[in-house]
């Protein structure tokens, strides 16, 4: 079955730690973004990669970190110094713009909490 | 102001009531919109899209667009208790999709 898979489901980190969310997708896309997700505030783009060895920041990217080496895979790197990581990460991927870019497509999402 | 606009909620309805559910915008750029479901602790999903102003119809779902008004809603007839979930209004700009803040919806059997 074609889709996005994130893991883990659940993470807890310890203050000061950096840790890595993965997101994999099969579909074939060339678009990949991550957001965060807190209560009241919908979703926050915290970078996006439209190409490999490609990407931009979002609007709230200061304390994370992506790479995107592969079409595949583009994971988040939570660091030290995201002063507030405790929320609902979310992956997604799309067509991308030389397709005629339309909807995209969500993983289940990654719970972080710092603990 | 932000870009997008959309009324959290929560909303209560009945189970077989009709059900509205409203966004504004105000970057005229926006080219695609999108409506997404999201269940709890899960991850959002597609339920329609659409380019165009106008009405675009699925099932039980009807998506409206009205670009002079920057304005879209989302209708839901026969809601039932399956449809109590968050929903998320959606716009792409170039690279970017942009995501409103989602309205809490419970449908009461």
């Known amino acids: 079955d074609g889709g996005i898979t994130q893991s883990p489901k659940y993470l807890f980190r310890k203050e000061g730690q950096n840790v890595t969310l993965s997101c994999e997708q099969n579909?074939?896309?060339?678009?990949m973004y991550w957001y965060r997700q807190d209560p009241g505030q919908g979703l926050r783009l915290i970078y996006y990669s439209q190409i490999v060895n490609d990407f931009q920041k979002g609007d709230i990217a200061e304390g994370y970190s992506v790479s995107r080496e592969k079409k595949e895979s583009f994971p988040l790197t939570v660091t030290s110094a995201q002063k507030n990581p405790t929320a609902f990460y979310l992956c997604?991927?799309?067509?991308?713009?030389?397709?005629?870019?339309?909807?995209?497509?969500f993983g289940q999402g990654t719970r972080l909490t710092v603990v | 102001q932000k870009e997008v606009e959309q009324d959290p909620g929560p909303l209560s309805v009945p189970e077989g009531a009709i059900v509205s559910l409203n966004c504004t915008y105000s970057?005229?750029?926006?080219?695609?919109f999108m409506w997404y479901r999201q269940y709890s602790r899960k991850g959002p999903e597609l339920l329609m899209y659409t380019y165009s102003s106008g009405n675009k119809e699925d099932g039980r779902f009807t998506a409206q667009v009205d670009k002079s008004s920057k304005y879209i809603s989302l209708f839901i007839r026969d809601s039932q208790p399956s449809d109590s979930a968050t929903y998320l209004c959606?716009?792409?700009?170039?690279?970017?999709?942009?995501f409103g803040p989602g309205t809490s919806l419970s449908v009461i059997p």
């Open positions: 959606a716009m792409r700009v170039y690279d970017k999709v942009i």
């Open positions: 970057n005229s750029a926006f080219q695609y």
């Open positions: 997604a991927s799309s067509i991308g713009k030389s397709y005629g870019d339309t909807e995209a497509f």
């Open positions: 579909l074939n896309h060339d678009a």
